[in-house]
Nanobody
Framework: QVQLTESGGGSVQPGGSLRLSCAASGYSASMPCMGWFRQAPGEKREGVALIHVPKGFRYYADAVKDRFVISRDNANDTVYLQMNRLKPEDTAMYYC????????????????????WGQGTQITVSS
């Protein structure tokens, strides 16, 4: 069973930057999508950014496109999320995940068919 270890959360002022890391131990190609979801209080969990590990395709939510960048270090099974120009509406608990969808590829607009979640890391954007 894959285990995910996240780091890099914290508090930042609007316009600032943070980088999240997620290291996967026991990664399996049966869950080819790896990346980040987030959940704000009282809201549903939503996809933020995913990478299709075998093919390298990247998927971004419209709300973060052009501000966030997802990348992966294949040698270490680690995914990074560089978050720039952060906004108060980015405040949420961020969860790393490995996932599989009922179709080829990944999607930030749908929850996966199956997934493993990390423990979550809080991001707070406030002045």
């Amino acid at each position: 069973q894959v285990q995910l270890t996240e780091s890099g959360g914290g508090s930042v002022q609007p316009g600032g930057s943070l980088r999240l890391s997620c290291a996967a131990s026991g990664y399996s190609a049966s869950m080819p999508c790896m990346g980040w979801f987030r959940q704000a209080p009282g809201e549903k969990r939503e996809g933020v950014a995913l990478i299709h590990v075998p093919k390298g395709f990247r998927y971004y939510a419209d709300a973060v496109k052009d501000r966030f960048v997802i990348s992966r270090d294949n040698a270490n099974d680690t995914v990074y999320l560089q978050m720039n120009r952060l906004k108060p509406e980015d405040t949420a608990m961020y969860y790393c995940a490995v996932a599989v969808y009922p179709f080829a590829g990944c999607s930030v607009n749908l929850l996966p068919r199956d997934q493993v979640w990390g423990q979550g890391t809080q991001i707070t954007v406030s002045s």
